[in-house]
Nanobody
């Protein structure tokens, strides 16, 4: 069982930055692929960014590429999502998710939402 707790969501003006964090309670964090997903009202859940267990591979949705950066610290059981140049369309609840993928890729995790565990989410609102 893995518990994931997100933090860092806030109200920010367009063009601003936020850093989301996800803390995991597991002794085997380094085995898990970790992803950030978001869901806006009336829209489907979207895989924003995913990272492999040893940080060797990352995936970004086209909508955030060049603006968001995912990183993980296996020693601290944390994953962060640095979000820059935020736009109103980035407004959503952001979820952290974890999964053990044997033959799939980080892109698979994000595109197909291949995760076993999900956090409760943190609200990001981009508005002037």
């Amino acid at each position: 069982q893995v518990q994931l707790v997100e933090s860092g969501g806030d109200l920010v003006q367009p063009g601003g930055s936020l850093r989301l964090s996800c803390a995991a309670s597991t002794g085997t964090f380094s085995r898990y692929y970790i992803g950030w997903f978001r869901q806006a009202p009336g829209k489907e859940r979207e895989g924003v960014s995913c990272i492999s267990p040893r940080s060797g591979s990352t995936y970004y949705a086209d909508s955030v590429k060049g603006r968001f950066t995912i990183n993980r610290d296996n020693a601290k059981n944390t994953v962060s999502l640095q979000m820059n140049s935020l736009k109103p369309e980035d407004t959503a609840v952001y979820f952290c998710a974890a999964g053990i993928l044997l033959t799939s890729t980080v892109q698979d995790m994000c595109v197909k939402a291949m995760a076993n565990y999900w956090g409760q989410g943190t609200q990001v609102t981009v508005s002037s």
